[in-house]
Every structure is written in structure tokens, then in C-alpha cells.
């Protein structure tokens, strides 16, 4: 069973990325996604969330209008498209499968986390 993130790279501000968080072992299907990101020297934060069906999503209000969580079912992937990127976004991100298969935006309540990919905003 293991999540992997990647997508990460270096991109000026007012620029875009999409992460993606791809599944093995396991059925994305089954679970809830939310993504985090952690910058340096700060705690773990909660970016969004998606629920198992895809059909509900949540955001941090920071990102909300800027960022978008969705899901493919038939590539058992996960993807954040991060647009109008602002230097504060610098981080590395992590995504994360929940069994309750719920929107979740509390890190302990996952089950499942990816290693992590690096994003960086700078001009």
C-alpha cells in the first residue's frame, strides 16, 4: 500500500502546477484525498480535500478560487491544480487517503500519506 506525490517544481508567482497523488495496493475509490503541505519552519497545514465520490470538495481559505482538487477514477489518481501561485505557496506537499472516505481537514484522521513534492514560488 503507498501514496505518491509528484508534480512539484519551481515555477514564478502567477504560475500553476498540478500535483498529482497516484495509488498502489489500494483503490483511490474507497477513500477520501486531502492534501497538505508543510512550509519550512512551520507546522503541517491542511490545503483541501475531496470526498470518495468526488463530488464534494473543501478548501483552506487561502487557496479557495486559486486551487483545485479533483479526482480520476480510472487512473486511481488525485490531482491539485495550483493556479496564480503566490510565493507563501512554497512548500512541500503531501496528499493523504482517509478510510471514512469523508472530507476530512484534521491530519491525524488519515490513514495513508505520500512522501511528499517539493513547490516552489519565487521570482
Known amino acids: 500500500v503507498q501514496l505518491q506525490a509528484f508534480g512539484g517544481g519551481y515555477v514564478q508567482p502567477g504560475g500553476s502546477l498540478r500535483l498529482s497523488c497516484q495509488a498502489s495496493?489500494?483503490?483511490?475509490?474507497?477513500?477520501?484525498i486531502g492534501w497538505f503541505r508543510q512550509a519550512p519552519g512551520k507546522e503541517r497545514e491542511f490545503v483541501a480535500t475531496i470526498n470518495f465520490t468526488g463530488g464534494s470538495t473543501y478548501y483552506h481559505d487561502s487557496v479557495k478560487g486559486r486551487f483545485t482538487i479533483s479526482r480520476d477514477m480510472t487512473k486511481n489518481t488525485v490531482f491539485l491544480q495550483m493556479n496564480n501561485l503566490q510565493t507563501e505557496d512554497t512548500a512541500v506537499y503531501y496528499c493523504?487517503?482517509?478510510?471514512?472516505?469523508?472530507?476530512?481537514?484534521?491530519?491525524?484522521?488519515?490513514?495513508?500519506w505520500g512522501q511528499g513534492t517539493l513547490v516552489t514560488v519565487s521570482s
Open positions: 495496493g489500494f483503490a483511490l475509490a474507497d477513500y477520501g
Open positions: 493523504a487517503a482517509n478510510s471514512h472516505g469523508s472530507l476530512v481537514i484534521t491530519d491525524e484522521y488519515y490513514d495513508y
